[in-house]
Each structure stands twice: as structure tokens, then as C-alpha cells.
């Protein structure tokens, strides 16, 4: 039968002398045991933490480092953007008072233009209001298919000459 034996062994015992029993008091010696494994775990944890939000506050602060320049780039293009389109409106203005300039030379010049075009019929208007005078003034001294000849004038059939 020794093979079959069974060891027990008893510690801690508490005995009480009471007519009310106490509660389970859990043996202190297991109980430091845990809190100093608690602490010991929960300190591994916070400096886990803290090493965490370290690396984040520095992410942040590099990020927030990064918006703040490229806001800076942002404003400096939008002042830019804002001087062109400054420069554009000005340069889109004096261009509209060049058009306007061009559009009244060339109506300008398109009524030369009409007047010119109507010159040559005044012309021949004139010539033969001219002609139709000296013909007048000869009466009856030009014979037709002759020539007539005064101190101002040569009339040879109907070709008028200044002398």
C-alpha cells in the first residue's frame, strides 16, 4: 500500500473562538505576492502607455508642424493667385479700352472707307457736270467733229484739255 498513499499537508490553519464565523481572509503572504506581480505588470504597462503616447504626441507635433507649413505655402500661393488676378483684371481692362479704341477707328475708317467708295460716281458726276458747262459756255461755237480752242480751254470731239 505505499504506492497508493496520499500526502496532505496543513497550513495556516485559523482557528476561532466565536459564535459568528469571520470571513475568508486570503493568507497575506499570497496576497503581497499578487500586488507586487501587479505592480510589477501595471508599471510595464505604463511605461508601454506613456512610450505610446510619447510617440504619438511627437506624430502629432510633426503633423501639426506640416499643416502649419503647408498653410504657410497655401497663403503664399492664394496672395500670389490674388496679385495675378489682380494683374489679369488690369490687363483685361486696358485690353477692353484698346477694343473699344479699334472698334471706333474702324468704324471710323470703314465711313472713309463709304465716302472713298462713293468719290470715283462723284467724280464722274463732276467731269461730266463739267463737261456739260463747256458745252454750255461753246454754244454753237463748237461745230461737231471739230475743235474748239479758247485761252482756257481745248475741246477736240468730247476730250477736254487745260491749256
Known sequence: MLNDAIHVYIAGIQLEEATIVSDYHPNELDFQASFAEYKRTSGQSLTTIQNTISGLNNGLNQTNSKLNQ?????????????????KL?????KLELQVSELTKTNERYAKQQSELNLLPGKIDLAVTSAKDEVKRYSDGKLIEGKQYTDSRITINNDSITNV
Request: glycine share 0%; net charge negative; proline share 0%.
Open 70 to 86: 503647408t498653410d504657410s505655402k497655401l497663403t503664399a500661393q492664394v496672395a500670389d493667385l490674388v496679385q495675378t488676378k489682380t
Open 89 to 93: 483684371d488690369q490687363t483685361a481692362s
